[in-house]
């Protein structure tokens, strides 16, 4: 059984081909012959290529690019410990490092599976533009949500900061939810199916409680000495 | 010690990226600092244009990403500077042919040599910002007090948050303190208010800085301007410096706002 040249391995910027040691002739035909073996499973890769320290010119390189192209491969990196491979690979446009494994982050959003309940969740963290926010259950934040930003929750929702995006309260039809804030000057505020605006501000901001009173949402200032003469 | 990667960027297109790359990158050079300012603008640059470098561009960003050229041979000098270098983006490409791990390679090449390696970011939140923003060690963020400027500023810091590269310093640009005063424009506390993020810099509007751009040569090279002082003032923070913000409007003296009485529309 003819020995293996070529090992192939899973990195992030595709696959990466490890070729051991021996002629080039000998490694060229066995990187084929496994592309050749995992067709289905590679095509569409994009695939970089460990040549050790063998000395590669253009007229092979550009071959075995093309060959790769052939099986619906990508070829993007040469690797070698060989000046005049690296130069050969340059030359035709190609890649002679790959980059350092720094994981893909990407925006973590904050979604969790609606399910009914009442569970609350706390999240302590501003919410800036383009962030939505959805939980089943009531949503307490510590923090503020800025115009562009959202908050669907199926119960109610207290923020602890300015409330200045959208915000959905009682999203699964629930009219009974409320939504208060230190300062509720959202662009949009929805409590279950009926909708409201946020009028003009007048003076400092105050903390406030929007409800559904009679098919309308209304917001009414928090009130220490009212809250006082009710206890 | 290594040179600092700097991401200028914002979200918003035309609040001025272009132009506090150009000058945050002078005024460091001026200062004796050794920087490269990297367009990563590409398909739409301008920054060569800004450093009045546009004829002697040879290769670009994108040359040397697919290796037709050495990093050194990509690196225009400036005109008035020494230590002051451009690496220009490709005009007839776009964003794809550069990957944010070609930039990160590209920077760490950059670093042994320089202090300062500045970074002009294409407005968007797409792979051009990626690109600018994945080598980057300090990202500012640049607005303009509207609206709809520091909506898109908040977007692009919580982007720059979720990619874990904040906290974002804020560069206030175009205030006009008169507007403010009169309550018809945001002022620097309204956007911090909302953003809550450091403040770098905050940068008055200034005519100047329209005719320094059409000449190539940035305004801090040659103005004794509140806009240039302001850009210097960023380049001093990034260096560690403490520099108290000036107030916008102390150099409405006596006499200008009397011979502004006598003469409404003369300056």
């Known amino acids: 059984m003819p020995q293996l040249k070529v090992q192939i391995k899973g990195i992030r910027d595709g696959l990466l081909l490890v070729a051991g040691e021996g002629s080039w002739e000998e490694i060229h035909a066995s990187i084929l012959t496994q592309l050749d073996d995992q067709a289905s499973f590679l095509k569409g890769g994009r695939l970089a290529i460990d040549v050790g320290n063998q000395i590669l010119k253009a007229v092979e390189m550009s071959k075995l690019r093309d060959e790769i192209s052939e099986r619906g491969l990508t070829l993007w990196a040469v690797l070698s410990s060989s000046p005049t491979t690296e130069k050969t690979a340059q030359t035709l446009g190609l890649a002679t490092r790959l980059s350092k494994p720094r994981p893909e982050r990407t925006t973590r959003p904050l979604e969790t599976t609606l399910q009914s309940g009442e569970q609350a969740i706390l999240v302590h963290r501003t919410l800036r533009s383009g962030f939505s926010l959805q939980h089943a259950g009531h949503v307490v934040l510590i923090g503020d949500v800025n115009p562009g930003a959202e908050i669907i929750a199926g119960g109610d929702v207290i923020v602890w900061g300015h409330l200045r995006g959208m915000v959905h309260a009682g999203a699964g039809g629930n009219e009974g939810a409320v939504v208060c804030a230190l300062d509720l000057a959202p662009t949009q505020l929805r409590i279950g199916g009926q909708i409201a605006t946020t009028p003009q501000r007048r003076g400092k901001p105050q903390p406030e409680l929007a409800r559904v009173v009679d098919g309308r949402v209304v917001a009414v200032p928090w009130n220490p000495k009212s809250v006082g003469k009710r206890e | 010690m290594p040179g600092q ?263």
Request: glycine share 8%.
């Open chain 2, 5 to 267: 990667v700097v991401t200028v960027t914002s979200g918003k297109g035309g609040v001025g990226k272009t132009t506090a790359t150009a000058n945050i990158g002078a005024a460091l050079a001026a200062s004796g600092q050794k920087v490269v300012c990297i367009d990563a603008d590409i398909g739409l640059r301008n920054l060569d244009v800004v450093l009045g470098l546009e004829n002697r561009i040879v290769y670009d960003l994108v040359d040397v990403v697919e290796g037709r050229c050495r990093i050194r041979q990509a690196m225009i000098r400036d005109k008035h500077l020494n230590d002051f270098f451009l690496i220009p983006a490709a005009q007839t490409r776009d964003k794809s042919a550069v990957s944010p791990s070609d930039m990160v390679r590209l920077c760490e090449e950059l670093r042994p040599d320089h202090d300062w390696i500045l970074i002009d970011s294409p407005a968007g939140i797409e792979r051009g910002f990626r690109n600018a923003i994945a080598p980057a060690d300090i990202v500012l963020v640049v607005t303009n007090p509207e609206v709809s400027a520091v909506r898109d500023a908040d977007r692009i810091i919580g982007l720059i948050e979720a990619e874990e590269k904040g906290p974002a310093r804020l560069v206030i640009n175009r205030i006009k303190s008169e507007m403010v005063k009169r309550g018809d424009m945001l002022s620097p506390d309204d956007v911090l208010e909302l953003l809550a993020v450091e403040l770098i810099g905050l940068i008055p509007e200034d005519e100047h800085v329209v005719m320094s751009t059409n000449q190539g040569v940035p305004i801090v090279l040659n103005g004794k301007s509140k806009s240039a002082q302001a850009f210097r003032d960023i380049a001093s923070r990034l260096k560690g410096e403490e520099v108290p913000f000036t107030p916008l409007d102390d150099d409405r003296g006596i006499f200008k706002r009397l011979a502004r009485l006598i003469r409404p529309e003369g300056n």
